[in-house]
């Protein structure tokens, strides 16, 4: 049986300095440097996705873990050693992660505007390209490869370099499009919102 979590938050104002810092302090000094190049924006959402990667894994392991022991390897995914595995995905407006505890998961979400929530069209290219991100992300490989994936026409399977994915929708928010895309039949999905006032920065 494989079950997949999924915790979304909104990305409200940055966090007070002091929780900004508490998390910085405790992440590999590689990725503590990368984060604080980036404009505070990104540098939020990307702090956000790691705090709702933290949540979840604490819930999964049924415990408090150390963001210390992510792992951010240079062009892979990170990861926390043994598992749980994990997938972060964010725009401007919200941020999401995706877990699945005995394996490997790709997730994605694109955030609509005014004007793709009112054409059709423009939706169902953010649907095809939200299932295709799911499965670049599932198969550890990066968007130059975008083209290399294949989905299927009901947009439930896809497939690059030789592996197969499921691909499950997600509903998240009405001005969300997401999908999640793991190797074997995904049997439940829980979707769950955080609040960004609880995303208390790695703790």
Do not use: N
């Not at 705090?51 to 992510?70: C, F, K, N, T, Y």
């Not at 998961?105 to 295709?132: K, Y």
């Not at 928010?173 to 609880?198: K, N, Q």
Request: proline share 7%; aromatic share 4%; hydrophobic share 45%.
């Amino acid at each position: 049986m494989t079950h997949v979590l999924v915790l979304h938050a909104g990305l409200g104002p940055g966090p007070d300095p002091g929780a900004l810092a508490l998390l910085l302090a405790r992440l590999p000094y590689a990725k503590r440097l990368e984060l604080e190049s980036l404009d505070p924006p990104v540098r939020h959402a990307s702090l956000a996705g790691i705090a709702l990667a933290l949540r979840g894994v604490e819930a999964l392991r049924g415990g408090p873990v150390d963001p210390g022991a992510l792992r951010f390897p240079a062009g892979g995914k990170p990861y926390f050693p043994g598992g749980p595995g994990f997938s972060v995905s964010h725009g401007a407006g919200r941020v999401a992660v995706a877990l699945r505890a005995d394996g490997e998961v790709g997730f994605d979400l694109e955030e609509l505007d005014a004007a793709s929530r009112e054409a059709g069209a423009a939706r169902a290219r953010l649907v095809r390209w939200t299932a295709t991100e799911a499965v670049l992300k599932a198969a550890g490989r990066g968007l130059g490869d975008a083209r290399a994936v294949h989905l299927g026409e009901s947009l439930r399977e896809g497939r690059v370099g030789g592996a197969s994915f499921q691909l499950v929708p997600v509903s998240i928010a009405g001005d969300v499009v997401a999908h999640l895309a793991v190797d074997v039949p995904v049997t439940s999905v829980s979707v769950e919102e955080v609040e960004a006032s609880v995303l208390a920065f790695g703790g």
